[in-house]
């Protein structure tokens, strides 16, 4: 089974991909985390895009998805977590993988924004938290599970959340058309568990 999870920032969608992920015995790729995994020169023509909102070019994300999926944890199906983000990528990910399900995950433009405001990265092992919801870490800025220092990322600025945002409304959004009676709905409101087992149910 391959499916797509799609939704703006902080709709939680790479928290249930993760977690459908490990119920289906999916492999999970989420490509903003491929991309802020790149180093040397790279990184540093990614970081221009990313750290102010923007998309990277599709001929390059692409390219570093092809040889993600390549792997052989694929092999068993794929959760796309970030991609396609425009109308092109989807078209490109026609040739690539036959998809079963999309799912899209709404939240309010100013929930994202309250969410992102409180979103903290462990430096060292990338867990994710929030303060203004959940999960918050059990010391003030350390990591639960690794004791590593908390961050925010980088692109978690109020103007790049601005930008992503109106990304997400003027190319991603479409791209839901294109997949038509594939997509499955949730408000990503509920709480974690109940829009969980939402899509697992409509799976
Ligand atoms: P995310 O972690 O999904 O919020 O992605 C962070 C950033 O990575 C985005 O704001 C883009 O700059 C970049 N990015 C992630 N996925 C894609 C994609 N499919 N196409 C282009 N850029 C992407």
Redesign the pocket.
């Known amino acids: 089974m391959n499916l797509i999870f799609v939704g703006p ?1 902080g709709s939680g969608k790479g928290t249930q991909a993760k977690i459908v992920a490990e119920k289906k015995g999916l492999c999970h790729i ?4 491929l ?1 802020r995994g790149a180093e040397g020169d790279l990184k540093n023509e990614l970081d221009d ?2 750290n102010s ?4 070019p ?1 001929e390059l ?1 692409v390219k570093i998805l092809k040889e993600r999926m390549e792997k052989p944890d694929c092999g068993n199906g794929i959760i796309l ?5 425009n109308s092109k ?1 989807a078209e490109i990910l026609d040739e690539m993988l036959e998809i079963d399900k999309v799912i899209e995950i709404n939240i309010p433009d100013k929930e994202s924004i309250r969410r992102i405001e409180g979103r903290m990265v462990c430096i060292d092992c990338g867990e994710g938290y929030n303060v203004e919801t959940s999960p918050m870490p059990e010391k003030e800025g350390l990591c639960d599970k690794c004791g590593g220092k908390l961050i925010k990322r980088d ?1 978690d600025t109020a103007e790049a959340v601005k930008k ?1 945002l109106e990304i997400y409304h003027s190319e991603t959004e479409p791209v839901l058309e294109y997949y038509g009676d594939k997509v499955l709905s949730v408000n990503g409101m509920k709480g974690i568990d109940n829009v969980s087992n939402e899509i697992l149910e409509g799976i």
């Open positions: 920032q989420s490509t903003g985390d991309l895009y990313m909102g923007k998309l990277v599709d994300i977590d970030g991609f396609p983000r990528q692109d992503r």
